[in-house]
């Protein structure tokens, strides 16, 4: 058996981006005492990478937003299959996280008298994102972190968590190996928040860092918790295809909102030719009136190049399938046109949109200010994950809770863009508070020194086989994982692909079980990967799973053989699980919407 | 075009000691040095430790010297590089080596704790807000850019040759005060420990760190030079030293 270090908290937080960093704060601030893992070190997480904006409606720019208005404009993206209740409390708490923000160091871009600006985004009916430039989650990562550090939290920096420890249904803690050193490490708990991402890592086109493997839903699942939604992955639109080494790099949507439009290869604007029907009372008509818009004229309609990423990225795979796509297979996105309308357009470009001038220039030795760039589709964010209680966040298991991306709920089938970063922020803080509550009253457990044993031993078993015989490469199957699921579970699906997928998955599982490593443990990527695969091919198949169970079309999941919406699929959400026998899908219906709630989308359909 | 293939010397080692070690591979167009430590990494040796994140320059993690230079790896395109050379790829040399490319760079972390943070002045708005403008706002704003690579300590003589750690910060910390000092709610003052206790007199205005600099931060200008600069008036002009005697803020 090999040695560990033992500690204790409180509550302890799994993950350090924008949701981790907000909850550990809010918990300390309850009086917890309160230690946050994460595999990366402090402010490199995933969140820094957002770009776009934080959205909340606090109507700087347009004084008719409100939250009514952004409840509603979640729901409609979210198809409303989303958790009601955490899709009113985004709204409603949104703008106050905001202000927090600010009065801890951030410093966003402003309007003419001195407020927060707000930008256009897709799927949301005024200017709401707020933001600096294009390096927003920058912004917000650095504003947590250098707030948190100062308030009395531990921080854990690369350590990875390789499974929670339970005593029935309740969380008592974890167990962590240190990525520099190899050593391990106990860590007691009361309360445990996941604030682990997304998922992306397990296609081949990502935007994604490669933190995402999933590591927070696997976790959850192996202690018991229900996933939900997990049918619903999101792919943006828009990610860089060439050079190949940075195929799905985001090219962010601002490049959009800020007057960018689509083109296939006969200079086509083919968003034009299919407007969804519940957008098109919102959706300018012709591209003088598109323009506008991104202007700021508020009379004018959105262009439809501004609809939601679902269907955006739907419009591009077809003009590529139909052979009307850009030379290295994708479409083109100009801004640069713009100089017909700005005078010193290129000064312009720069200064809106700053990092994608420069990503184009240093990766791709294009000047975006000059010509089109080429994009096509890159899976992009993770709708599902763990099933929370829309308040507390607290999961299917006691103790446990989750917050940001790892956790289902608020965007239903489609997330919009900029609803991610005010998630983090909303209930990040939501999930530190009830934790730190539940922790208030509740009385230690002592882990169970059999489960620790155990998974220690799992975790260290890649060594032994190398030794034994001849083993399989963690990153041979992780690619062919990450093929199999671009190519038989990505943007369009079907009953017969995914029934493959899920043969592939069995097999992969079966080699995983022979993945050996050389070397020692001492910050050794071939086993951080052989260990973060098991939880890849987890969440893989949940996603197979459940993506093969709805029979329908509804926001980020297409089903070609099912290509329209079904009524009685609005009223479901997926549930996954553990089961004796393997991974359970169940039905759960929706909670009723009270009145109120279902007046305002009424109102403002 | 570029070659097909390319050959790198990487440093493998730790703390103990180290050698460069020669590996080739085959290289494709738009590649970058990142790509290839990671193709190195899948197809010849999973042990190489390198630490890296987004792959897009947004985290700072994948600082190294290149060819002797200090670069992030993910934004180093081969087609850059003199490919009929072998590349040099070792770790910062600034920071203690943890493993073949990755620094401990935890000095750093605990460096900026002693910084005081942000201390708010009352709010300018009955709702508790403040109002700035776009022009107060661009100068801290661009210290805010700083993706926290450790590049600029890893080339300032000051750390890297003489070794004063524990007297100085260095351009990254000297930039986050900068910020802080910037930003147009705080109402702290650092000047005293500036002068103090992080050591900004060490600096000799070598510029080095702005060179190297990937957020293209004007290290020394804008942020260093500026604060010697309140330094000055605070401590060596009589009117305002007289204001600092008596608690008023200058
Ligand atoms: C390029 C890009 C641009 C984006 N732009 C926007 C935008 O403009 N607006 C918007 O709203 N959204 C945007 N998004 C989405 C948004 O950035 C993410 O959804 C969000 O940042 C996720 O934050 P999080 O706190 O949930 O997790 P993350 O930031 O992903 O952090 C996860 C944390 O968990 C830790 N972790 C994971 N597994 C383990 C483990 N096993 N043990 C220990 N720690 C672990 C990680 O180390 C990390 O610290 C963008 C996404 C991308 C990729
Ligand atoms: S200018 Fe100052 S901080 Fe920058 S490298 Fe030179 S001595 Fe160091
Ligand atoms: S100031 Fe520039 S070089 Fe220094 S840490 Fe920040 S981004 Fe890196
Ligand atoms: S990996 Fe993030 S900057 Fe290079």
Redesign the pocket.
Known sequence: MLAYEAIRHDVLV????????RAAIEASAEGASVGV????LLGK???????????AAMANVDERDNWRVHFSDTMRGGQYVNNWRMAELHAKEAPERIRELEAWGALFDRTGDGRILQRHFGGHRYAR?V?VGDR??LEM?RTLQDHGIHRGIEFYME????ALLTEGNRVVGAV?YSREKGTFFVFQAKAVVL????I?RSYRIT???W???G??LA?AYRAGAELADMEFVQFHPTGMVWPPSVAG??V??SVRGEGGVLRNNQGRRFMFDDIPEAYRAQTADNEEEGWRYTQGDRNARRPPELVTRDHVARCIVREIKEGRGSPHGGVFLDIAWIREKIPNSAEHIKRKLPSMYDQFLKLAGIDITKVPMEVGPTT??MMGGIRVDGDSQVSSVEGLFA????AAGLHGANRL????????LVF?RRAGLYAAQFARQAQWVEADQNQVHAVIAHAVEPFERAAAHPADSPYRILEELRELMQNLVGIVRTGEEMTQALDGLAKFKERALRVGVVGNRFYNPGWHTSLDLD?QLIVSEAVCRAALTRSESRGAHYRLDYPNKDVRWGHINLVVRRADDGMAVVERPLPEMPQELKAIIEEMK | MIPSTATFLIWRGDAQGGAFQEYRIGISEGMVVLDAVHRIQAEQDNTLAVRWNCK?GKCGSCAAEVNGRPRLMCMTRLGDLALDRPVTLEPMRTFPLLRDLVTDVSWNFRTKLAIQPLRTRPADAPDGTWRMMQRDVDRPQEFRKCIECFLCQDVCHVLRDHRLFDRYIGPRLLVYTAQLEMNPIDAADRLGDLKDLHGIGYCNITKCCTTVCPEEIKITDNAIIPLKERLVDAFYDPLTRLARALGLRG
């Open positions: 799994i993950g350090a981006g924008g949701a981790g960093l893992v994460c595999k990366s997480a995933h969140t820094v990478m957002a770009e776009g904006g934080i959205a994102l933001h927003t989650g990562i350590f990875t968590v390789c962590a604030a682990t991402g997304g992306g935007s994604n860092s933190e995402c493997t590591d927070g976790l790099l985001l962010t949507e992009h964010y917050a940001g991306e790892c863009g900029g609803n991610s970063l005010s998630d983090l990040g939880n | 897009a």
